[in-house]
């Protein structure tokens, strides 16, 4: 089983709509989560991080921890042509960090 | 936050010849990560280099394809060595800061490898 799963997509919404994104994590001792973007050719880049007391908004994005279900979301509201990307899931158990295989993330006009 | 410089950013070699990647962090970061990744596709992870000792290479990569050095806790180079056509990709470096109290993961820039 890997540490971090998530689908690969690609996912498509309509620009100004939802986009939600689920990844699942395995180490149900890990404390902190992040979520990286992907731009194509580029190095991911941190655009969100939680801990595992609570979610987090910061502007049109929205992270939530379900630790019984031990899966982390990204919630992009208004979604815009720019956040087409790719969005990597990632934990923090110890000393070790675990990025999941990226879900692709288009957001049509 | 860290800021990891790597180069070269790109390459074209010949097969046969070798390419050494370097990374330098500009604060001392506990860990460094070698990371694969095809245009389109996902990371994969080619090893962790450890500081003052051999690299942990994760399954399908070996040191003699892949020799990792990290002489300090702010510099690493990877070498791909013996180099084919298969060996084009882009190779990122990557480091486990500490950024206002959290861990987090920070990336160079990339080289991307064209072997023909």
């Known amino acids: 089983q890997k540490e971090v799963e998530q689908n690969s997509g690609p996912l498509s919404v309509p620009e100004g709509a939802i986009a939600s994104l689920n990844c699942t994590y395995s180490d149900r001792g890990s404390q902190s989560f992040f979520w990286y973007r992907q731009y194509s050719g580029k190095s991911p880049e941190l655009i969100m991080f939680?801990?595992?007391?609570g979610d987090k908004e910061d502007g049109r994005f929205t992270a939530q921890l379900n630790k019984a279900s031990q899966y982390v979301s990204l919630l992009i509201r208004d979604s815009q042509p720019s956040d087409s990307a790719t969005y990597l899931c990632a934990v923090n158990p110890g000393n070790q960090f675990y990025f999941g295989t990226g879900t692709s993330l288009t957001v049509i006009p | 936050s860290a800021v990891i410089s790597q180069k070269p950013s790109r390459d074209i070699c010949q097969r046969g010849t070798s390419l050494t990647i370097q990374c330098q962090v500009d604060s001392q970061v506990t860990m460094m990560f070698w990371y694969r990744q095809q245009p389109g596709q996902s990371l994969t992870l080619i090893a962790t280099a450890n500081q003052g000792s051999e690299a942990t290479y994760e399954s399908g990569f070996v040191i003699d394809k892949f020799p990792i050095s990290r002489p300090n806790l702010t510099f690493s180079t990877l070498t791909v060595s013996n180099m084919s056509p298969e060996d084009s990709s882009i190779y990122l470096c990557?480091?486990?800061?500490?950024?206002?109290?959290?861990?987090?993961?920070?990336f160079g820039q990339g080289t991307r490898l064209t072997v023909v």
């Open positions: 990557s480091a486990l800061g500490v950024d206002r109290g959290r861990t987090e993961a920070f």
């Open positions: 939680i801990y595992s007391n």
